[in-house]
């Protein structure tokens, strides 16, 4: 099984496309999905998945969710399984908004990429990712990247990271570690403040991994 997650208009064949249900949109005109559900709770049992793949969805879930995903993705992905996400390249994009010769328009087009269209609740982007920081995340959950493509499109710019799975077996306990190392580097100092929002940070991420680890566990 390939899942295509966030599908939106854009219809994968070989893939079961799935999106939030035609509610939820405020300017999609119906909708392609397989099936519709909130991604964030969707549960697939081990090692039962061959892909999971993403285009301008990733960029969407705050950085503690999107560690949970990947755990979650990882467990539910067959040995060497494929996850392919695409995301708004952030340096290139930023690269735009400091360019003192672009336009106004040019750099207005720019600062959607970055912080999302608005016109739904689920519209705002919540991470920012350039290629190495992607490359850093996904490898600390037990993916290797084999591909890595740039595209443009309407004077945005992004990137797709595909990668496969390692062979290493991680278990629930063992990505809790990793993703609380991993948060760690967005820490400014070691202060009482900072360790508290750590806290905060791991418990959204236990949240998500509650709703999301497997079928059969």
């Not at 306990?173 to 580097?185: G, S």
């Amino acid at each position: 099984m390939k899942l295509h997650l966030g599908c939106g208009q854009r219809y994968l064949e070989g893939y079961v496309n799935i999106d939030y249900p035609p509610s939820s949109h405020t300017v999609q005109e119906g909708s392609i999905a397989d099936i519709h559900a909130d991604i964030l709770t969707l549960r697939y049992a081990h090692e039962t998945i061959e892909e999971v793949r993403l285009h301008h969805v990733f960029e969407h879930f705050p950085r503690p969710v999107a560690c949970a995903l990947l755990s979650c993705w990882h467990f539910w992905m067959k040995p060497k399984g494929t996850l392919h996400i695409e995301v708004p390249d952030f340096q290139r994009t930023g690269q735009v908004l400091l360019n003192p010769f672009a336009s106004f328009h040019k750099k207005a087009i720019a600062e959607r990429h970055i912080f999302g269209s608005h016109e739904a609740g689920w519209a705002v982007h919540c991470e920012g990712y350039t290629i190495s920081m992607m490359k850093k995340m996904i490898s600390c959950y037990g993916f290797k990247v084999n591909e890595i493509r740039k595209n443009s499109w309407r004077g945005t710019f992004n990137f797709e990271l595909i990668a496969k799975k390692g062979t290493e077996n991680i278990t629930k306990k063992d990505f809790e570690a990793v993703t609380e190392k991993y948060l760690r580097n967005y820490l400014v100092d070691d202060g009482e403040t900072e360790t508290q929002l750590l806290k905060v940070w791991m418990e959204t991420y236990k949240d998500q991994i509650e709703k999301s680890w497997a079928l059969d566990e």
